[in-house]
């Protein structure tokens, strides 16, 4: 999206959780043409988001909001004029931001009069994210909206990859899971990326706690059981 705010997340192939869809999604860019600047707490507020980009870009952030918004459009503008390089602002939790923010990141993409796009904006939060743009109060930043992702579950196989993905990364090359557990993990969790993770992290402790080499159908109801009682 060009300087236009996607509601969304990155390819579905590329799973990895919450941190795969926005900084693992554009960490792979090329660092001589795009500048990465990556927002993962929403909390910080407008003033926050705005001095985040100057700061990475090398500034000092102005103390009145007045003159630390310009500050925010210039700096994104030289680093794209002087230095050649694009800046792709990456927004997570984004459902959580409050309307000042939202107003906040609409006024970044007012320079230049909408003649050209100084950098590129990536929202990425949960289902009700999209619903919220979608409201009359935020009609000028919906208007800015490239494109839309919403990223559906894993199919089964694609659920099992996801979990032997993950136990590769942390050293487990044999098998840890049984069919039938993964299975079950698929099922309940919908091939959802956060609830695979919850479920797998439990089954792994409840059958740790039987003293199992494997992780079983048994193993996977119990974390089912214990997840659904949160």
Do not use: W
């Not at 032997?164 to 098998?175: E, Y």
């Not at 080499?213 to 997840?227: G, L, M, N, P």
């Amino acid at each position: 999206m060009h300087r236009r705010a996607g509601d969304g997340s990155s390819h579905r192939r590329s799973r990895s959780g919450k941190d795969g869809r926005g900084a693992g999604g554009v960490g792979g860019s090329d660092a001589s043409r795009y500048t990465v600047i990556y927002l993962g707490n929403p909390t910080v507020g407008a003033r926050g988001l705005y001095s985040s980009i100057v700061s990475t870009l090398g500034g000092i952030p102005r103390f009145h909001r007045a003159s630390l918004i310009p500050q925010a459009q210039d700096a994104l503008a030289i680093e794209e004029h002087e230095r050649g390089r694009r800046v792709v602002l990456v927004l997570d939790e984004a459902h959580l931001l409050d309307a000042e923010q939202l107003e906040g990141l609409r006024l970044l993409t007012n320079a230049d009069m909408d003649s050209h796009a100084p950098f590129a904006c990536l929202l990425v939060g949960q289902p009700t994210l999209r619903r919220r743009i979608r409201l009359g109060a935020f009609a000028a930043l919906d208007q800015r909206v490239a494109l839309r992702y919403a990223m559906t579950g894993m199919e089964a196989a694609e659920t099992a990859d996801y979990v032997g993905h993950h136990l590769r990364i942390a050293g487990r090359s044999d098998t840890l899971f049984s069919d039938d557990a993964l299975a079950l993990i698929h099922q309940v969790s919908r091939g959802l990326p956060r609830a695979v993770n919850n479920l797998a992290v439990q089954s792994l402790v409840a059958a740790f706690a039987e003293s199992k080499a494997i992780v079983d159908e048994s193993s996977a109801r119990a974390a089912v059981t214990e997840v659904t009682a949160e």
